[in-house]
Every structure is written in C-alpha cells, then in structure tokens.
C-alpha cells in the first residue's frame, strides 16, 4: 500500500501541517526534486561566474577575491547567531502545536537579532582593516567592500530559512543560488565595460555587493508570500532567554559548516599563496556539484526530521533516514563519476593556471560520495536538538582539517590541502554514524532494510 493511502487520513487528525504531509506523503524523492532543479541551476550559473569573474580579473586577484569571500562568507554565518538552525526547528514544531505567538515572536527576534549583530561585526572588521592595512592594498580594499557585505548575507540566511521552515524549500533557495551569483556577474560586467573600475578583486566584491543587495530584497519578498496567515493575527510572544540558550554551540556549528569547505582557501590565503588560494576556492566549488543531491534532499529533509521527533515517530524518522541516505548515494554517483573524469576540462577554462587543481578535484568529490552515503546526517543531529554534538564534532573536524592543511601544504601543496579537507569530511561523517546510533537509537540509512522501512512510511 502506497504512503499516501496508509498515512494521509492519519496524519490530518494529528494536524499536520499540509505542507509537510504532502512531503511524506508523496516521498522524500519528489520533496526534493524542485530543489535539486534549482541547486543545479544555481551551480551551473556559480560555475560561469567563477569563471567570467576570474576571466576579466586575473588569476591573482580571482585569489584575493575567493580568500577574502571566504572570511566575509565565514562573519555572515557568525552573525545569524545560530537562528539559522533553531528557526528550522522551531517554527515547524510551533506550526505543529499551534503556537503561533512564539513563531512570530522568535521570527522577529532572530531578524532584529541578526541585523544588530551583523552590523556589529562588519563595523568591527572595518575598523580593523583599517587599523591593520589601511587602504593601500587590493587586498585591504576588498575586504573594506567585502565587509559590507556581512549583514546582507546574514539576513538573507536569516529570511531564507524562514521560508524554508513554511514549506518553501525551492523559494528559499532561489535568491542565494540563482539571483545572487547572476545579478554579481552582470554587475561586475558592466562596471568593468563602463570603465567604473579596474579589473580586480575590488570590482568583484563591489559586483558581489549588489547580488547581496538584490538576494536580500528576493528573499524578504519570498517570506511575505509564504508565512502563514496565523501568523500575523497573532500577538509575538518573546522568550529570548530559551532562545538565545543553544546560540554557543549553534553558532559553533555554523562557523565550522562554512569553514569545512572554506579551510583550505583560507590556509593558502595566510601563507601568502593567492594564486594556489584561488584554484582550491574553484576545485572545492566543482567538488560541491556532486554535493547538490544532498543538499536538496537535506532541504525537504530538515523539517520534517523536526516535526518527526517532536511528535516521537521514531519508526517514521527510521524510514525517512534511510529514503535519504539511499537517494542521496544513488545521486550522488551520477552527478560523481562524470566530475571526476571531467575535472580537467572544466578548470581549463579558467585559463591554464587553473590546470593543476584537477587532482584536487578527484580527492574532495570521493569524499562527498562517502558523505553522500551517509545521507543529511548533520540535519538529524541539529533537528533532535543534539546541537551540542553536532557542534564540537564538527568543530573537531575543521581543526582538523586546519592543521592537516598546515601539514601537508608543504610537501604535497594543492593536493595536500585537498586530503586534509576530505579527510575530515570523512571522518566526521563517521562520528555522526556513531552516535546517531548509540544516542537516537537510529541505524545509519543504507544499514536499514528497505521493505519494513517503507511499510512504516
């Protein structure tokens, strides 16, 4: 008997949202597909601007360009306070209880929150810029710029995810993978045409501005559309102290997911090797295409892991762990197995400087294939409230991979900041196994037979 028939009556008496039945009830596959489509637009439109934007600045700059991103991505992350996560699993869980003076109240709160703490922090690098480099640099400059970017990203997260947590799992991802790496390269075009300014990082971060800019406004027009009724007849409740209670290790956690893909760049980048930063910035973006299957099924995944435990369907939360983990490696290979053969190819076009990350390349996309067998395990840790966890693992994993780099930059360069990265990718995807098991008392996905798993569904 097909999910629809078995759950659709029983689930609309627990109410259910409708969103989120419609997700099981019409498979995790199908959640995830509008998701996926976008993912992969969105990767294919990243992967011509990388490319246009190292084109028209040079090699060099390109480098300057992805270090300072990475620090710039790394502060917006920092700001959102860890709202990012707990908005995932709140809102869903007081749609589920009917809660909506909380919902509106936390909705507030981790906006206002965010904007504040952001502002702060980009005041602060400026002023240490400043004080450190003054404007003399490209490098200097660029970080001035990119500074300014810190609360626009933040926010936009902040709103995203709200979408998200109301069912719009394909509208919240639209801004950031689509409209803001777009709106970057036709501005960076036009300034450099216009002869605004020079080609070079500068000219890339002021491109990057205005995407931020535009992403924002898309995104906070997305929420307007998507949050539910209830929620603005209802009076916000405010309870920051719960809130701001798991805002350590949440931060914690979303520091160390950026710095993950970030380690090695930023390595690099401080040892003064630019040029090396640039092309590990480029093969670890290839290496997130075989990624995209997980991150979309993690986007259908994440609420509904939420809503699952805080109702205690442990059987459900089984059956949906394993679909995940299965159709992300079935995915997963499709998308690995064609990057790895054309990795050389594909960084050719950035010029022939770029020719030497391809073995990189290899090293982190069998590394997100593991992951991808694992299935959106950080999402069952951070959704069940073992944000603790998941944090100092994952925290554990990026020193790791920190000190690895510093290791092996030395005597295998390029490819010796690749192993560290994958490394401990692999080796936190590990630890998770584990305590998913010991803790949740839930079996890895591909460990599940399939057939009592999809009767539970």
Same mark, same amino acid.
């Given at each position: ?286 290496? #997130? !295409? $075989? /990624? %995209? *299957?997980? &991150? +979309?099924? =993690? ?10 435990? @805080? ?21 997963? #290979? !499709? $998308? /690995? %197995? *064609?990057? &790895? +053969?054309? =990795? ?10 770029? @020719? ?43 020193? @790791? ?57």
């Amino acid at each position: 008997m097909s999910g629809k028939l078995m759950a659709g009556p029983m689930l609309l008496r627990r109410g259910i949202p409708d969103r989120l039945l419609r997700v099981r009830a019409s498979g995790l596959a199908k959640a995830s597909g509008g998701s996926l489509a976008v993912l992969v637009a969105g990767a294919g439109l990243s992967y011509v601007a990388q490319v246009v934007t190292a084109r028209l600045i040079g090699p060099a700059s390109f480098g300057v360009y992805a270090y300072v991103l990475a620090w710039t991505t790394l502060l917006a992350y920092a700001a959102t306070l860890g709202f990012r996560v707990s908005l995932l699993r709140l809102l869903p869980t007081y749609r589920a209880t009917g809660n909506w003076s909380h919902a509106r109240g936390l909705a507030h709160f981790s906006a206002w929150t965010t904007a504040v703490s952001a502002c702060c922090v980009a005041a602060a690098g400026i002023a240490l810029v400043l004080l450190l480099q003054g404007t003399a640099s490209e490098q200097a400059r660029t970080f001035l710029i990119g500074l300014c970017v810190v609360p626009l990203v933040a926010l936009q997260l902040i709103l995203a995810t709200s979408v998200r947590a109301w069912g719009g799992v394909v509208a919240a991802l639209v801004p950031e993978r689509i409209l803001r790496d777009g709106v970057a390269v036709a501005v960076l075009v036009l300034v450099l045409a216009a002869g605004w300014m020079a080609p070079g990082a500068p000219a890339a971060a002021v491109a990057f501005l205005a995407g931020g800019a535009c992403a924002l406004v898309a995104s906070w027009l997305m929420l307007r559309r998507r949050r539910p009724g209830e929620l603005a007849a209802a009076a916000p409740t405010l309870t920051p102290g719960e809130w701001l209670r798991p805002t350590l290790p949440l931060t914690v956690l979303m520091l160390a997911d950026v710095l993950m893909g970030r380690a090695g760049t930023m390595v690099l980048g401080s040892i003064g090797a630019m040029h090396e930063a640039g092309i590990f910035a480029v093969a670890y973006s290839l290496s #997130l !295409l $075989a /990624a %995209l *299957p997980r &991150m +979309a099924i =993690a986007s259908a995944f994440a609420p509904t892991v939420a809503d699952l435990h @805080a109702r205690g369907e442990r059987q459900r939360l089984q059956a949906l762990c394993t679909r995940a983990a299965r159709l992300s490696l079935a995915a997963t #290979l !499709l $998308a /690995a %197995l *064609p990057l &790895m +053969a054309a =990795a050389g190819p594909l960084l050719s076009l950035f010029g022939p400087a770029f @020719a030497p990350g391809a073995p990189a390349v290899v090293v982190l996309v069998l590394a997100q294939l593991f992951a991808a067998a694992c299935g959106p395990q950080q999402h069952l840790l951070t959704m069940t409230g073992h944000e603790v966890a998941a944090a100092s693992s994952l925290a554990a994993a990026v020193a @790791a991979a920190f000190v690895f780099a510093l290791l092996l930059v030395g005597p295998l360069g390029l490819l010796g900041v690749a192993l560290a990265s994958a490394g401990s990718l692999v080796g936190w995807n590990l630890f998770i196994l584990v305590f998913a098991w010991r803790r949740l008392g839930l079996r890895p996905g591909l460990a599940l037979p399939m057939g009592k798993a999809e009767v539970e569904r």
